[in-house]
């Protein structure tokens, strides 16, 4: 299996420079890949099948369209900036779409992927405000006023979805990640990757003796990092145009 791993692009701007950019990506993968997860937020707002959106990202919708007809495989961890991601993305472009976390096996090795945003379980105004975001009432709401009206409360839900910063949330998001990762590694999978944060994590763990690893290719949006798994290993890359520069690069093979 060769699957590239993209999170948090949050693309909004088609002439910016992460927009070009992960274009580009996608087709330099094109023939590469057999898999393409996107681990959410693969745009700052999208809220169903919004004429407006989709218009706007039609070149980039077009070559997932194309990406899918390939063969390859996509698929789409929901993200917190993913309020509604209506019929498109699951029938138009043919993605198998996972509200909270996936398990995927290959090559004989078992991995778990989420967006991440479930991580802290004692974020009980975020918990209720993602339950929110999410229910029918929302979509009901996006349904009956029209896409104008719809794109308008989206672009205020993604201000209050991304939240505020600091560096004391910087380092408390690190360390219940890496909490979160070592739990789920020890109930046998090979490797946890996640999102959200936008903060890139690599750490090798030994688990009953064997190799695992945790991973979170940062944002896209921020650095233009991402991740890519071959029969067994995984690397973590960002993307130039020349050559792409490795910042992470683990084996299972070497164990």
């Given at each position: 299996m060769r699957a590239l791993w993209i999170a948090d692009a949050h693309l909004s701007d088609p002439s910016s420079g992460p927009y070009r950019s992960l274009q580009e990506l996608l087709h330099r993968y094109l023939e590469e890949m057999d898999c393409l997860v996107l681990l959410g937020d693969l745009f700052e707002i999208w809220v169903g099948d919004n004429a407006f959106l989709v218009s706007k990202h039609r070149p980039l919708l077009d070559l997932l369209v194309a990406i899918r007809k390939r063969g390859t495989e996509v698929f789409y961890l929901k993200g917190n900036h993913d309020?509604?991601?209506?019929?498109?993305?699951?029938?138009?472009?043919?993605?198998?779409?996972?509200?909270?976390?996936?398990?995927?096996?290959?090559?004989?090795?078992?991995?778990?992927?989420?967006?991440?945003?479930?991580?802290n379980k004692k974020d009980y105004g975020y918990r209720i405000l993602k339950a929110l975001l999410r229910s029918h009432w929302i979509e009901r709401a996006v349904g009956l006023a029209g896409?104008?009206?719809?794109?308008?409360i989206a672009q205020h839900l993604a201000r209050v979805a991304r939240g505020g910063s600091s560096e004391k949330k910087t380092r408390v998001a690190q360390s219940l990640a890496f909490r979160?990762?070592?739990?789920?590694?020890?109930?046998?999978?090979?490797?946890?990757?996640l999102g959200h944060s936008h903060i890139l994590q690599s750490y090798v763990f030994t688990v009953r003796g064997r190799r695992r690893v945790y991973l979170n290719p940062g944002s896209w949006s921020d650095s233009c990092t991402y991740l890519w798994y071959h029969e067994g290993k995984f690397q973590i890359f960002q993307h130039r145009d020349a050559q792409p520069r490795i910042l992470f690069d683990f084996d299972f093979s070497l164990d």
């Open positions: 309020f509604l991601l209506g019929n498109l993305i699951s029938r138009t472009i043919g993605s198998l779409i996972f509200e909270e976390e996936a398990v995927f096996q290959w090559d004989g090795y078992r991995f778990f992927a989420s967006h991440g945003d479930q991580v896409d104008s009206k719809s794109y308008w979160y990762a070592r739990d789920r590694l020890n109930e046998q999978y090979d490797a946890v990757i």
